[in-house]
Nanobody, 126 residues
């Protein structure tokens, strides 16, 4: 059964760093783009970053650009989200998802997410 499991969340002070992992089982992640989303209770889920199946193309939401880095390891069937310079507003449950990607106007766009993880909580607090 296809499954994604996130890990690496936790409590961190502003300015700190966390690395989230997304481990796939039951399917080959190498054929899918991987997206990271986050959601705060009472708010819409928002896309944070995505990386295409080759690992070459990526895209970031504006507020995390330059602070977050998405990557993947095909041999391990895993993807990662390195989060630096964390801010209070980064507090959320973070989800990874596997789907499709396309290049639109020269930019990688991810869409059509098929498999989702259950999320990991990131709490940025002093």
């Amino acid at each position: 059964q296809p499954q994604l499991v996130e890990s690496g969340g936790g409590l961190v002070q502003p300015g700190g760093s966390l690395r989230l992992s997304c481990a796939a089982s039951g399917f080959d992640m190498n054929y899918y783009a991987i997206s990271w989303f986050r959601q705060v209770p009472g708010k819409e889920r928002e896309a944070v970053a995505c990386i295409d199946s080759s690992g070459v193309g990526s895209n970031y939401e504006g507020s995390v650009y330059g602070r977050f880095t998405v990557s993947r390891d095909g041999a391990k069937n895993e993807a990662y989200l390195q989060m630096n310079s964390l801010e209070f507003d980064d507090t959320a449950v973070y989800y990874c998802a596997a789907g499709l990607s396309a290049v639109v106007g020269g930019a990688t766009q991810c869409y059509g997410e098929t498999y989702w993880g259950k999320g990991t909580l990131v709490n940025v607090s002093s």
